[in-house]
């Protein structure tokens, strides 16, 4: 059997096109930060874990950094201490936001980290805390995820287009798309492969650029969109400049 975290979740439910046999659960079945019910769950011996949990809302972890540390930092090490002392591979997910932002050029695994906001903070903790205790984890850094058909960026655009006639988007965030559907078949290829790992499955582009390719689609009622710096759009989390990630070592696979 194969234990899947954060059912409800979008990257879960691309894993759930490819993993018809697989458990899912959500936080009301199996709440990762209560150490009891991971340990409970992990009964069913599970030939191995994705971890697609997540404290997810960049914005609202500023106001929220310990619920977001717990989630995202303690529940992993949790979960990669039991996995390890049981043999069992685990698969978890995290994010481009752990850089800065101010190398120039992609990101590659070994960069230094100096993550911005509460939420890269606390991911970038869950990565230190779960190699500590099971170096054999994978951890999978990705970026920027949409889902082709329901949610992510393309679709919060989409439907601001059909509200608004002019949008002003940020032009100073460069990161690569990830199409959550190829990420869940990356991670299912890197099961057993330890350490870290970057997977994002589009060329570099920045949100307005991405804005651009969406309008051009379906532009709805939006005539003008308007290409802006973050500083005219300031938002609780600061997000990197640049956090385009280097997939060669994915690749060289
Ligand atoms: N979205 C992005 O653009 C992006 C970019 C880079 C990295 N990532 C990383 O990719 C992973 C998946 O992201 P996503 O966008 O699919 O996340 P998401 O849609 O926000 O889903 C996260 C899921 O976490 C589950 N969860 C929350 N608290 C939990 C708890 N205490 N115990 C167990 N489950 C809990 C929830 O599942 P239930 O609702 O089922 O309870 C929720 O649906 C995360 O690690 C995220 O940091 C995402």
Not at 43 to 60: H, L, W, Y
Request: hydrophobic share 35%; glycine share 6%.
């Amino acid at each position: 059997m194969i234990w899947v975290i954060g059912k409800n979740g979008m990257l879960a439910k691309a894993l759930a096109k490819l993993l018809p046999q697989a458990h899912f659960t959500s936080r009301n079945e199996v709440d990762i930060c209560n150490f009891d019910e991971v340990q409970h769950a992990l009964k069913a011996e599970p030939q191995f874990i994705i971890n697609a949990s997540g404290f997810t809302e960049v914005d609202r972890a500023e106001s929220e950094p310990e619920k977001a540390r717990l989630l995202n930092a303690i529940a992993v090490e949790n979960l990669g201490e039991q996995c390890g002392n049981r043999n069992i591979p685990l698969i978890h997910v995290s994010t481009d936001f752990v850089f800065d932002g101010s190398k120039e050029g992609p990101y590659f695994e070994d960069d230094p980290c100096n993550p911005l906001s509460v939420y890269g903070k606390t991911k970038r903790e869950g990565e230190e805390r779960l190699l500590a205790v099971n170096p054999k984890a994978t951890i999978v850094r990705t970026s920027w995820l949409y889902n082709p058909k329901i949610v992510g960026f393309t679709e919060t655009i989409r439907k601001l287009m059909e509200q608004k006639t002019e949008l002003k988007i940020v032009n100073d965030q460069v990161g690569r798309p990830t199409d959550v559907n190829l990420l869940a078949q990356a991670l299912l290829k890197l099961k057993g492969k330890p350490g870290i790992y970057h997977y994002a499955s589009e060329a570099p582009r920045s949100r307005y650029e991405w804005a651009l390719e969406v309008w051009r689609e379906t532009p709805g009622i939006c005539k003008t969109l308007i290409s802006i710096p973050s500083d005219e759009y300031p938002t609780p989390a600061r997000r990197p400049t640049n956090s385009v990630l280097s997939t060669l070592k994915f690749q060289s696979l």
